[in-house]
């Protein structure tokens, strides 16, 4: 099952086409409520007739206390389209269509293209589940335009060597929710897929399908980030040590010793954990040779080095 909702996820992720419950997003953004007051949202992948990140922006417009939400639609073959909400306008509480501004755009609604990026720049705030296959562009855009945003990504995305610095230099980080398990997501109602097909059900009449490795990223605090790591173990020589660098290997994240001063080898789960008062990351995957860290020959799967900070 496992490895055919694999096949099945990486068949989907290809195609950069699925869209994210509702109750996913409520969850992450229930650990940024009071960031969001006084703030412009911009949804950049975003089809306001599939987007769930539409339907809590723009349901929650009050409640968060936004100044604005402004979501555009990609459209490859043709013109995309931006929506714009600014609040209830008749005080009935209801998101309403005459209350929301929809255009067409001069080009696709790529968000890369100069009306995009002219959004971009009115926002504070980008939040959403972009093309997996445009991950490492997408990120260096929001980076290059000093954006704050909570967006989805696959766990993978942390070992891109694009990536990985910001993780280092803590300017990006994971987010509350999502820990890389199996998410449903919503298919487009055109995508093809045998009946009982593993990891696929059919769910209200929409398509859905499991995918892997899902989390959030974010530059934006959240309670998790602050929160330490409780550490039960104490080290032993038990612990190995790395052929190609100065460093002990601790295969799992419970088991980081709690006396250990020197730097340590761990799986890239630890970020789900990493509070930067705690722990700093000192280099990724690589040892002194520049080749993967390896112990008695054997390279375990991705390693972070860090270290722990004096408390
Ligand atoms: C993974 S889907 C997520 C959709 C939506 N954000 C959600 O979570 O429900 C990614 C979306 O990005 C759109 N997209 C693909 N390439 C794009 C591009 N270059 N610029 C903007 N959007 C793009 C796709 O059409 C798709 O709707």
């Not at 696959?154 to 990985?164: H, M, R, S, V, W």
């Not at 097909?197 to 309670?223: C, H």
């Amino acid at each position: 099952m496992a490895k055919n909702s694999n096949l099945h996820a990486a068949k989907v992720a290809k195609n950069d086409e699925f869209y994210t419950m509702l109750t996913d997003i409520e969850k992450e953004m229930s650990n940024y409520k009071d960031f969001f007051k006084g703030k412009v949202v911009y949804c950049n992948c975003d089809d306001a007739r599939e987007s769930n990140f539409f339907k809590y922006f723009s349901s929650r417009f009050e409640e968060l206390g936004l100044k604005k939400l402004i979501t555009t639609g990609y459209k490859p073959e043709g013109r995309g389209v931006v929506l714009v909400y600014e609040g209830d306008k008749n005080g009935n509480r209801k998101v309403e269509d005459e209350e929301i501004t929809i255009k067409e755009l001069e080009g696709t609604g790529d968000f890369r293209s100069p009306e995009c990026i002219e959004f971009l720049k009115e926002a504070d705030v980008v939040v959403t589940n972009p093309p997996f296959s445009l991950f490492r562009e997408y990120v260096k855009q929001l980076m290059d335009y000093g954006k704050k945003f909570i967006i989805i990504g696959n766990q993978n995305a942390i070992t891109y060597k694009e990536i990985f610095p910001y993780i280092k230099n803590n300017e990006l980080w994971l987010g509350a929710s999502m820990n890389g398990a199996n998410r449903w997501f919503y298919a487009p109602d055109n995508y093809e897929v045998k009946e009982n097909a593993a990891g696929y059900k059919v769910e209200n009449g929409r398509k859905m399908f499991f995918v892997n490795g899902v989390v959030w990223f974010t530059n934006i605090s959240n309670e998790k980030r602050n929160t330490k790591l409780d550490l039960f173990k104490r080290y032993s020589n038990e612990y190995p040590k790395y052929d190609n660098y100065d460093a002990i290997e601790v295969s799992r994240v419970e088991n980081i010793p709690m006396d250990y001063d020197g730097v340590m080898g761990v799986p890239i789960s630890f970020l789900h954990k990493y509070n930067p008062e705690q722990f700093e990351i000192v280099k990724f995957r690589k040892g002194d040779d520049d080749k993967d860290l390896a112990v008695n020959g054997k390279t375990p799967y991705f390693r972070i080095l860090i270290r722990r900070k004096s408390s």
